[in-house]
């Protein structure tokens, strides 16, 4: 056997083969797809009991499939006319999420969200702004749960962008970046359809790098819990920096004078100028002393400590 051979187990002629694209390799890993989808399945259950409770109508919501598509592939497949609602990172963003229905499921949901009935045969043409505009109660809470879906990786924060019904004006990413593409299963009075939305991969790093958070974690399981030298631990405490006050203590003053005070006026208090001044430690009196100088520098010279003291 020279090198460079491939050995292959045949010995199951019903195995199942993959294909593999290398000009997108996968980056989702069989954990990370497992995490995905129970997230999803929650937020598909989220929303079907929220459009219930408030639209008093059919609704059920489902996962369908979760997959790393290009962007190009993403528009490809997609119906045309189309209803996409495309929604921005942040105000100044060029990173968008994208949600796309089929026009027929929005005239569906737009019927029963204005008090109608079953729609049997929904129009054939694209949505008005009007009545995009109206579906967006429910895109909206949609997006909010996406939000909270990824809050723990990626702080999306998404506002709304525009609304589409050409494809092709859609333009949400470059041609060829990679997306995750989370398809939900929609019924609305026995008629099914589907949503979907396309969030770019690079906005959810933290969450695809699987490999890096076990590395990570073998690191915590292999290292010893070594406790940290006490000498090192005062060291460290006695680094940091609290704030110290040095103030007189309170007097009284006339309410006259105090009106009549300008800029570069001595204000007079009933406070001997032996009385010692009080020092503040973070908020707390600790010690008392007499105020002095040191080169060119005002100085406390400490005299007595504040005991029981919070």
């Known amino acids: 056997m020279g090198p460079g051979t491939v050995m292959t187990d045949m010995s199951s002629k019903n195995a199942e083969v993959l294909s593999y694209d290398f000009r997108e390799p996968a980056r989702i890993a069989p954990d990370r797809l497992s995490r995905l989808e129970v997230a999803h399945e929650q937020l598909a259950d989220t929303i079907a009991r929220w459009v219930k409770g408030r639209l008093r109508m059919q609704f059920d919501f489902s996962l369908d499939s979760i997959a790393q598509v290009s962007y190009r592939n993403f528009v490809d497949v997609m119906s045309d006319p189309v209803a996409a609602f495309v929604y921005r990172r942040g105000s100044t963003s060029l990173d968008f999420v994208t949600l796309t229905l089929e026009p027929s499921m929005g005239f569906r949901l737009l019927e029963r969200m204005s008090g109608g009935t079953a729609l049997k045969d929904p129009p054939d043409r694209v949505l008005t702004r009007l009545e995009a505009a109206i579906i967006r109660i429910v ?6 749960s996406i939000e ?3 809050a723990d990786y ?3 924060a998404l506002e709304f962008a525009r609304f589409e019904s050409a494809r092709e004006m859609i333009e949400s990413a470059e041609v060829d970046e990679d ?5 939900l299963k929609c019924t609305v009075d026995e008629s099914e359809g589907l949503i979907q939305y396309a969030l770019p991969l690079r906005l959810i790093d933290r969450f695809l790098d699987a490999e890096q ?3 990570t974690q073998a690191r915590q399981r292999l290292a010893p819990d070594v ?3 006490l000498h090192k631990t005062q060291q460290l405490v006695r680094q940091a920096r609290v704030s110290a006050v040095a103030c007189v203590p309170a007097g009284n003053c006339h309410l006259d004078d105090l009106s009549k005070l300008r800029p570069g006026d001595i204000l007079p208090t009933d406070v001997s100028a032996a009385t010692p001044v009080e020092v503040w430690i973070e908020g707390a009196l600790r010690f008392r002393g007499q105020q002095g100088r040191v080169g060119e520098h005002l100085a406390v010279h400490l005299t007595d400590a504040v005991h029981n003291q919070p």
């Open 139 to 144: 895109i909206d809470r949609i997006v909010l």
């Open 148 to 150: 909270r879906v990824w």
């Open 154 to 156: 990626a702080e999306l």
């Open 179 to 183: 997306l995750l593409v989370v398809r």
């Open 213 to 215: 958070d076990q590395r």
């Open 227 to 229: 406790p940290t030298p």
